[in-house]
């Protein structure tokens, strides 16, 4: 499934409040100071209908006479699906470069590092013993 920036703004906001009217969304949108461009709630109410047609958001109740809608998709679902098509698209498909990429130009901490390191053992384990 493929989604514009503006789609995958409104799945974080449905993934981080559950359920939400346009309204609602429309709310928190305007509210969000690092957004460059003010939204208007007609092009909200469009993104919803055309997550709803995509099969990513669901009707699942009402408000008076709004409708609240609720993400049918998961975040790890639609990341597992945009992942291939981001190494693709920006490394060629290549899952070194992208991982070599983020840890050259992020400002990791010691904590991070730490992750990073642990994740990388139990990857090895894991290969290890299949």
């Given at each position: 499934?493929?989604?514009?920036?503006?789609?995958?703004?409104?799945?974080?906001?449905?993934w981080?409040?559950?359920?939400?009217?346009?309204?609602?969304?429309?709310?928190y949108?305007?509210?969000?100071?690092?957004?460059t461009?003010?939204?208007a709630?007609?092009?909200?109410k469009?993104i919803?209908?055309?997550?709803e047609?995509?099969?990513?958001?669901?009707?699942c109740?009402?408000?008076?006479?709004?409708?609240?809608?609720?993400a049918?998709?998961?975040?790890?679902?639609?990341?597992?699906?945009?992942?291939?098509r981001f190494?693709?698209?920006?490394?060629?498909g290549?899952?070194?470069?992208?991982i070599?990429?983020?840890?050259?130009?992020?400002s990791?901490?010691?904590d991070?590092?730490?992750?990073?390191?642990n994740?990388?053992k139990?990857?090895k384990?894991?290969k290890?013993?299949?």
């Amino acid at each position: 499934m493929k989604l514009s920036e503006f789609e995958l703004d409104v799945m974080k906001l449905l993934w981080q409040q559950n359920a939400c009217t346009a309204s609602e969304l429309h709310k928190y949108l305007l509210a969000d100071d690092t957004r460059t461009k003010k939204v208007a709630y007609n092009t909200v109410k469009t993104i919803v209908d055309r997550l709803e047609q995509k099969g990513a958001v669901e009707r699942c109740g009402q408000q008076g006479r709004s409708i609240v809608y609720q993400a049918k998709v998961t975040q790890q679902a639609l990341s597992q699906q945009a992942t291939p098509r981001f190494m693709d698209r920006f490394f060629k498909g290549s899952s070194r470069s992208l991982i070599a990429h983020f840890i050259k130009e992020e400002s990791l901490d010691d904590d991070d590092i730490e992750y990073l390191q642990n994740l990388l053992k139990s990857k090895k384990q894991k290969k290890e013993s299949d």
